[in-house]
């Protein structure tokens, strides 16, 4: 299993940034997939998930400046986050939570299923 982020860097409030995570290893499609981040002295947080159909959720947070997407075909989910804020300074994982295997059961997954994060630095 494999998940890799990609995307990060040192912007200016109020610009733009695209992450990506590419996956491999398990069945993409069925995946419920999520990004977090870590700001620096402080606990790990959910920004966004969306689910194999398609339906998305986030932190309130981020809502109206984040947006999260899949590309089933490539096998990547992204988040685009617009009018970045200096309190949006954190490592930035993508992570696979749960899906179905080729019989359809249902597997909620592991740390294994985490991709080792982009940092995003957003200056004032």
């Known amino acids: 299993v494999q998940l890799q982020a990609s995307g990060g860097g040192l912007v200016q409030a109020g610009e733009s940034l695209r992450l990506s995570c590419a996956a491999s290893g398990f069945i993409f499609s069925r995946a419920t997939l999520a990004w977090y981040r870590q700001a620096p002295g402080k606990q790990r947080e959910l920004v966004a998930r969306?689910?194999?159909?398609?339906?998305?959720s986030g932190t309130d947070s981020v809502k109206g400046r984040f947006t999260i997407s899949r590309d089933n075909a490539k096998n990547t989910v992204y988040l685009q986050m617009n009018s970045l804020k200096p309190e949006d300074t954190a490592i930035y994982y993508c992570?696979?939570?749960?899906?179905?295997?080729?019989?359809?059961?249902?597997?909620?997954?592991?740390?294994?299923?985490w991709g080792k994060g982009t940092l995003v630095t957003v200056s004032s």
């Open positions: 992570a696979a939570l749960y899906g179905a295997n080729s019989a359809g059961e249902v597997e909620v997954y592991g740390s294994d299923y």
């Open positions: 969306i689910s194999s159909d398609g339906s998305t």
